[in-house]
């Protein structure tokens, strides 16, 4: 079992729908990111989380420490939201600054 | 300011061959860390390099070395290369003690063939 557990893999919506993607994790944390990649493959770091919600735009991301999971929500879905959605996580456990990620999400929003 | 930088962004190889992958990280930032990311999978680690010496390392055989220079630009090597090893390799950057934000490069693209 992966340490970070991403649902869905792929995610198909129309534009405009809201969108949810979850991430479990099984480790203790310190800290959690949820980036995007393009297709060509560059990531960008969209939040970094340890408690709590935080929201950017039409992006917000939360955190249940005590489940173990995380949601990246998307409001007002657009056709350029397209990308991989990826979770990835610092453990408590490891010393440095190492990420252990999820194997991400395929969204794909329609016009 | 300049995010990171990896070079080349595109590089065909032959099995057995040995390839450099470079990386400059975000001006500021003094930590460098390197992932491998095969198709349709999340990234993986494979080592993090700091004060120009490997700190930590993943899960990945000998053939795969590091370096770091005193300007925080590092390279990653990888000897004997095999078909398997045909993957994203990403670089991201980050400064010690900032609280774990990162900066990720664009990525090389490896085939070995």
Known sequence: ?111 | DAGVTQSPTHLIKTRGQQVTLRCSPKSGHDTVSWYQQALGQGPQFIFQYYEEEERQRGNFPDRFSGHQFPNYSSELNVNALLLGDSALYLCASSLVGSGYGYTFGSGTRLTVV
Not at chain 1, 15 to 27: M, Q
Not at chain 1, 78 to 101: K, M, N, Q, W
Request: glycine content about 10%; some cysteine.
């Open chain 1, 1 to 111: 079992k992966n340490e970070v557990e991403q649902s869905p893999q792929n995610l198909t919506a129309q534009e405009g729908e809201f969108i949810t993607i979850n991430c479990s994790y099984s480790v203790g944390i310190s800290a959690l990111h949820w980036l995007q990649q393009h297709p060509g493959g560059g990531i960008v770091s969209l939040f970094m989380l340890s408690s709590g919600k935080k929201k950017h735009g039409r992006l917000i991301a939360t955190i249940n420490i005590q489940e173990k999971h995380s949601s990246l929500h998307i409001t007002a879905s657009h056709p350029r939201d397209s990308a991989v959605y990826i979770c990835a996580v610092r453990s408590e456990e490891t010393s440095g600054s190492r990420l252990t990620f999820g194997e991400g999400t395929q969204l794909t929003v329609n016009p």
